[in-house]
Nanobody, 115 residues
Framework: QVQLEESGGGLVQPGGSLRLSCSASGSISRADAMGWYRQAPGKERELVAR???????NYADSVKGRFTISRDNTNNMVYLQMNSLKPEDTAVYYCNADYGLYQYWGQGTQVSVSS
C-alpha cells in the first residue's frame, strides 16, 4: 500500500505558475511510472503528464511546452511545474503511482486559473 499526498494547488492568474508536489509513503523507484492526472467539472479524468522508471516522459498535447514533470526517487517525491497557466487548466490534479498490478491515487489538489 502506497499513500500519495498532493500539495501546491491554489488560485493563480492566467499566465502564472504553480508547482505541484506529490509525496509518496513508499518507494517510487519501484513504480513503473508516476503521473499527474486532472479532472475538470463535468469532464473525465485525463492524463496530464507521466514519467517512467527510466525517466521517459509524455505529456498531454494541451500542456506540452508549459508543464514539466520530474521525480526525486531519493525522497519519494514527484513534481509538476506548471507555467503559462490558462483558465482551461482549472481542475483537480491527482498524483498517480503505477506499480503494474497496483495503482494508487492521491486525494487531489485544486488548481484554479482565473483573473
Amino acid at each position: 500500500q502506497v499513500q500519495l499526498e498532493e500539495s501546491g494547488g491554489g488560485l493563480v492568474q492566467p499566465g502564472g505558475s504553480l508547482r505541484l508536489s506529490c509525496s509518496a509513503s513508499g518507494s517510487i523507484s519501484r513504480a513503473d511510472a508516476m503521473g499527474w492526472y486532472r479532472q475538470a467539472p463535468g469532464k473525465e479524468r485525463e492524463l496530464v503528464a507521466r514519467i517512467t522508471r527510466s525517466a521517459s516522459t509524455n505529456y498531454a498535447d494541451s500542456v506540452k511546452g508549459r508543464f514539466t514533470i520530474s521525480r526525486d526517487n531519493t525522497n519519494n517525491m514527484v513534481y509538476l511545474q506548471m507555467n503559462s497557466l490558462k483558465p482551461e487548466d482549472t481542475a483537480v490534479y491527482y498524483c498517480n503511482a503505477d506499480y503494474g498490478l497496483y495503482q494508487y491515487w492521491g486525494q487531489g489538489t485544486q488548481v484554479s486559473v482565473s483573473s
